[in-house]
């Protein structure tokens, strides 16, 4: 597609609920990165992948959550359990290398 | 690693000058991106920067000082539609591989 699209764009889960938010980034974008952004905050950084490779999670907040990019271009982050502070943006973004990244419009996660 | 500092809010008039500084320090750098943000809505790409200097762009202009790790975003005219938040985000490199870290955003306020 033309931009990074991301589904759902709205999820409310109950707490103890696993969820799964999707992206696609931009054809032949090589860096796919996934983003956490609380309201009135710019967004913290949970996860970077390399085509399929994940080089870096360090910012994922707990081992509740996991991302995936098993062919290099999709990519899902899964939240397992969900609690309220999971509530937030999850933003996804794409770029060709450390140039411009391209975002997508997030999925707002709220959990009740 | 990456530390990236910018104030959290501004306010400025209609038709007015506003200056928004960004400091940072790094591991590595391959650039930094100045990003505009609706409320709701996913960040937009306005300026980059790799040397030292200003970059001018219509009403948006952006600087770069290398040596002192600090940037900033000019907007001249200002209109109600710049009301927004605007992110600072470094390119570096980090255990050999890309990354792009955002500040938290300042949240400028343009009244009448």
């Not at chain 1, 970077?48 to 991302?67: H, T, V």
């Amino acid at each position: 597609g033309a931009g990074v699209s991301q589904s759902p764009r709205y999820k409310v889960a109950k707490r103890g609920q696993d969820v799964a938010l999707r992206c696609d980034p931009i054809s032949g974008h090589v860096s796919l990165f996934w983003y956490q952004q609380a309201l009135g905050q710019g967004p913290e950084f949970l996860t970077y992948f390399q085509n399929e490779a994940q080089l870096d999670k360090s910012g994922l907040p707990s081992d509740r959550f996991f991302a995936e990019r098993p062919e290099g271009s999709v990519s899902t982050l899964k939240i397992q359990r969900t609690q309220q502070e999971d509530s937030a943006v999850y933003l996804c973004a794409s770029s060709l290398g450390t140039d411009e990244a391209f975002f997508g419009q997030g999925t707002r996660l709220t959990v009740v | 690693g990456q530390n990236i500092d910018q104030p959290t809010e501004m306010t400025a008039t209609e038709g007015a000058i506003v200056q928004i500084n960004c400091t940072y320090q790094t591991s590595g750098f391959n650039g930094l991106f100045w990003y505009q943000q609706h409320a709701g809505e996913a960040p937009t790409f306005l300026s980059y920067n790799v040397l030292d200097g200003l970059e001018e762009k219509g009403r948006f202009s952006s600087f770069l000082s290398r040596s002192k790790g600090y940037s900033y975003l000019l907007l001249k005219e200002l209109q109600m539609k710049d009301s927004a938040s605007y992110l600072c985000a470094v390119a570096g490199v980090d255990s050999g591989y890309s990354t792009l870290t955002f500040g938290k955003g300042t949240m400028l306020l343009v009244s009448p």
